[in-house]
C-alpha cells in the first residue's frame, strides 16, 4: 500500500544528501579568502603578510584580503579568527605571541593548541640583544659583569608582558644570576629616551626593530636569540654561543592557522598554497630585507608538532623565569 508520509520521508533524506554532496563538492574557494593579521598596519609583519597574501591568491586561484586585527599583544585577532567559520575563508596569521599569551595569561579567550588547525610555517626571525652605543659594554660578558655588579640598577625593555623579548630579558636575568627590572615600551622608539645616559640598559627585540639603530650606531648588538648566527650580523655570536644553553634558542616565528573543524581538503589546499608562497622569489626576497628567513613546513602534521613543542617550550620558560600568571 502507497504510504504517502513514508515517501515524503525518503524523498526529503535524497534531497538533504545529494545537497550536501554537492556542497562538499563545491570548489574552494569560490569567494576571496580573509587573512587576519593581529597586528596593526604598517608594521613589519603587516608588510610581510601583505606579501604572503599576494602569493597565495594564484595558488588557491582567489584573492587574500589581509584584515588588521590588531590589540591585546595578538589576542584581538587570535580571538575573531577562533570564531570564524571553519571553511577555510577566514585564515590566521598565527605566531609565538599567542603561544606566550597563552602560558602568561591563560585566560585569555582562546586555546593556541585545540581552537586552530595549523597549516604552515611562514618565516621565523631571531631577536637581537642591544645596548646604548654610549655605554662601555662590548659584550654579554660585559653586562653580566655589571649587572652582578650593580643589583636593580638594570632596566630590560620588551614590546610587553608576556611578550617574547620580556622572556628573552628575564631568562637571561635569571640564569646569569642579575637583579633587572623589567620596563615594558610600545615599541622600540619608546625606549631611546632611556639608553641616553651610561647605563646599559638592554633590550631583545627582533632584528628588522633595531637592526636600523644597530647600522646607525646608536645600539651596540651584543647577542642573536637564533641558534645560528645572522647572515646579516655575522661578526655578532648567539647566546646559545656563549651559554651553551637551548634557553637561549628563541626565535619568533609566524604561520597559517585556520579554525579548528576545517575540513582536511581545504586545510591541504591551503598547505599547498602556503607552501609555494613561501618559496616564491617575491616572499623570500621580501623576508631577507626584512631580517626574517622564509621556510615553509614540510605538512601541516609537521607544523602542529612544531606548534605543539614550541608551546611546551614557553611553558617552561615561563616557569624558569618565573614570569607571573594573570
Known sequence: MFDRRKCLVALCAISLTTLAAAVSASP???????????????SSIDTAARVLARNLAPGLGAAVVVENRPGAGGTVGAVAARHAAPDGYTIFLGSVAQLI??????????DPLNDFVPVSLAYRSAAVLTVSA???IQSVGDLVRWGKGN???????????????HLLGAILSTKAGMKTVHVPVRTVTDMLPQLSDKTPHFAGFIAPAVRPYVE?????????SSRERMPQLPEVPTLFEIFKDEDFVQESWLGIWTPAGTPKPVV???FTATER????TEFREAMRRQDQQAIASSSPEAFASYVRAEYAKWERLARVAQLPRQ
Request: positive net charge.
Open 28 to 42: 574552494y574557494p569560490e569567494r576571496p579568502v580573509r587573512l587576519i593579521v593581529p597586528f596593526p598596519a604598517g
Open 101 to 110: 599569551g597563552k602560558v602568561a595569561q591563560p585566560s585569555v579567550a582562546f
Open 134 to 136: 654610549e655605554t662601555p
Open 151 to 165: 643589583p636593580g640598577a638594570l632596566n630590560y625593555y620588551s614590546g610587553g608582558v608576556g611578550t617574547a623579548a
Open 216 to 224: 646607525s650606531r646608536r645600539f651596540r648588538a651584543l647577542a642573536v
Open 268 to 270: 591541504q589546499k591551503l
Open 277 to 280: 608562497a613561501v618559496n616564491s
